[in-house]
C-alpha cells in the first residue's frame, strides 16, 4: 500500500499521526460501504502529500497512542 502507486482513495486513508477524532470519521466512512467495496485501510504514521505517501515513512509509536 507505500509503493507510491497508491493513492488515497475510498479504502485507503493515511494519517500522519493519532487523532482520535479524524480516525473515528474515517472508520465510521469506511463502515457505511455504499458501495460495498469492504471497508478500507486506515495506515496511521503515513503522511500524505497530494494523495500519495510522503517519503520516507516515519511511522507511529505504539507507545504514544492514547486510549479512549
Known sequence: ??????????RIE???GWNP????RSICAFANDFD???GGYILVGVE?????AKRPV?????????AY
Do not use: C
Open 1 to 10: 500500500m507505500l509503493n507510491k502507486r497508491k493513492l488515497e482513495s475510498n
Open 14 to 16: 493515511f494519517k500522519k
Open 48 to 52: 500524505e502529500e497530494l494523495g500519495m
Open 36 to 38: 460495498n467495496l469492504g
Open 58 to 66: 516515519t511511522g507511529y509509536s505504539p507507545s504514544r497512542l492514547t
Open 21 to 24: 477524532t479524524d480516525i473515528y
